[in-house]
């Protein structure tokens, strides 16, 4: 019990800082739309990222670079394209004003962009595979530790895009999905920056 709480506490610290991922699935949240399949989508790629670590694969990155140079600069493009997009509906206001009421994306497309902001992040690995990794190989059960943290995973992005409704009465108002919008392209683009500058 104690390693799961560990693993629990640990994950929870890495994925609450507001990030690309966690921006993209709270404007789903507020717009109701695919939000289980969005949730799902993290939670399983968080999970399945924290398995590897624990299994050794922190090692193989390690061994690497070229991989974590391919996501830096993927990653970067990415991110520059989609606050570019973000920017744009900020500017432009008006489009996604009534939450429940706008018509949703298809959810490939949906899923695509996701599993870019969530894939094209070399943080993400760094995060979830080499550090978790190399934290769960100091627990007394790794397993238990691994769990812990997939649990978190889990905690995290459904209370984060179920918790999204509550705040629908903010977002009733034009001006505060502006706002929203011209936050989701700053992280965006300090993100990118980031990759770009410090790697």
Not at 139 to 144: E, I
Request: net charge positive.
């Amino acid at each position: 019990m104690p390693s799961a709480i560990a693993g629990l506490l640990t994950g929870l610290s890495l994925i609450v800082a507001i990030g690309a991922q966690n921006a993209f699935v709270l404007k789903q949240g507020l717009m109701r739309q695919h939000v289980l399949a969005v949730c799902l989508f993290c939670a399983i790629s968080d999970a399945v990222l924290i398995a590897a670590g624990v299994a050794g694969a922190g090692a193989i990155a390690a061994r690497a670079p070229w991989f974590l140079i391919l996501m830096r600069w993927g990653g970067a493009a990415f991110l520059i394209w989609y606050g570019a997009r973000a920017a744009l509906s900020a500017w432009r206001g008006g489009e996604t004003l009534r939450a429940a009421g706008a018509p949703p994306a298809p959810l490939a497309v949906t899923l695509t962009t996701i599993a870019a902001l969530t894939w094209l992040n070399p943080h993400v690995y760094l995060d979830t595979v080499v550090l978790l990794g190399s934290i769960s190989a100091q627990s007394p059960d790794r397993l238990a530790f691994a769990l812990g943290a997939m649990s978190g995973s889990f905690l995290f992005f459904f209370s984060l895009g179920y918790g999204a409704r509550l705040l629908a009465p903010v977002f009733a108002r034009s001006a505060a999905w502006r706002v929203l919008d011209a936050l989701i392209a700053a992280v965006m683009w300090s993100i990118a920056a980031g990759l770009i500058l410090h790697g």
